[in-house]
């Protein structure tokens, strides 16, 4: 099977600034995150096609779509990729499904109107087949933008700030639509963003990314349990990233019990059933540190370790502590004072107390049960 991984590399001085390298296999959802200004926007468009840097390379699988080296560049329109822009640039005279049909200029003319109305289903959209984007909400119109990129059957996805427009609520239908959708999809999919809440429920992979440079790039989990990511903790604060399953509810007691590789922990009551998968995030500064096991005390979850790194830097007073508990890495940001007054070292067994209420839960898929079925 030929391959479906995205490779990119895209370098120059100016007059945006670029020094990125990228990677993003088939299945995987690589988040771009960073400030404004930061080059987010001009990477997307340079893996379409639509801007061309000083120095380039972007491969698709066994297609080479930029090269600079050899002086070859391939135009936008002959290139398998789907994107969805910030303000959606749907056509406003013409129909949901007369916006979906302009991309499938690929297929037979008879074809062309049954497959857009299929793909207004998968998006939900089959009772708005003949509203014109003024007549429909930003949801719905992202939604419309989603299922012309899914028209042109792409071989990679690009979305740029899908839900910049709407608010939370439709924020996070959207969220889940396209969760849904990548499980499908089997093709790269980059996720461009300046809300972490984004990367935390899609991510798969993170590219951060300040004024054009790489600052760090990597499996999402890897990098939310280091503790020398200090433009993250200065941005949204450092958290580490678990991935559990519901293992049990306890109704009486507002708690919902998950099991992750290491242990386990309750959590206050959410909208969540048993077997269903969850991602965690635990921030830094939520956890509590102790050398001998706690007793007497109102919190449930008291998680056992080892002190695998310690990073502290001159112009703070706190330290990051990162913990090795089973399979995961937990970050604990302390005083230095506290690392003196427990005599904090890396190897050292310590154990760490976690609020039910500090723990943050985001669904990210099906439920075991429905998984098999």
């Not at 207004?120 to 990129?149: C, F, K, N, T």
């Not at 004072?337 to 609020?355: C, F, S, Y």
Request: aromatic share 4%; net charge neutral.
């Amino acid at each position: 099977m030929a391959s479906r991984t995205l490779s990119v590399t895209l370098r120059q001085h100016g007059p945006i600034p670029l020094d990125v390298g990228l990677t993003c296999d088939a299945g995987d959802v690589l988040a771009i995150f960073g400030p404004s200004g930061s080059g987010k926007t001009t990477v997307l468009r340079s893996i379409a096609g639509l801007y061309r840097p000083e120095h380039a390379r972007v491969i698709s699988g066994d297609d080479a779509w930029t090269d600079t080296a050899s002086g070859f560049f391939a135009p936008a329109h002959r290139r398998a990729v789907g994107f969805v822009f910030q303000e959606y640039a749907l056509f406003p005279h013409l129909t949901a499904v007369g916006n979906v049909v302009t991309a499938l200029g690929h297929r037979p003319r008879a074809e062309r109107r049954p497959r857009a109305e299929h793909l207004l289903r998968v998006v939900h959209l089959s009772g708005h087949l003949d509203r014109r984007p003024a007549a429909m909400s930003g949801g719905e119109r992202q939604r419309v933008a989603l299922a012309r990129a899914l028209a042109r059957e792409p071989a990679v996805l690009l979305l740029d700030e899908p839900f910049a427009a709407v608010d939370r609520g439709v924020r996070r239908h959207l969220q889940d639509q396209i969760d849904e959708l990548r499980r499908t999809l089997d093709i790269p999919l980059i996720l461009v963003t300046h809300d972490f809440d984004d990367v935390v429920r899609l991510a798969t992979h993170l590219l951060v990314l300040q004024r054009g440079q790489t600052v760090a790039f990597g499996p999402l989990r890897s990098l939310m349990s280091r503790p020398d990511m200090t433009w993250l903790r200065d941005a949204v604060g450092l958290g580490s990233l678990l991935d559990a399953v519901v293992a049990r509810e306890h109704p009486s007691r507002g708690l919902v019990e998950l099991e992750f590789d290491g242990g386990a922990l309750l959590v206050s009551q959410s909208s969540v059933t048993v077997g269903t998968r969850v991602r965690l995030r635990i921030p830094a500064r939520e956890v509590i540190l102790a050398s001998r096991p706690p007793e007497g005390l109102s919190l449930h979850n008291v998680l056992s370790g080892t002190v695998s790194a310690i990073h502290a830097e001159t112009a703070v007073d706190h330290v990051i502590v990162q913990i090795a508990v089973g399979g995961v890495l937990l970050l604990a940001e302390v005083t230095r004072d506290a690392i003196a007054t427990l005599g904090i070292v890396v190897g050292m067994r310590l154990h760490a107390l976690i609020k039910s209420v500090s723990i943050d839960v985001v669904r990210t898929g099906a439920t075991d049960a429905a998984r098999s079925e």
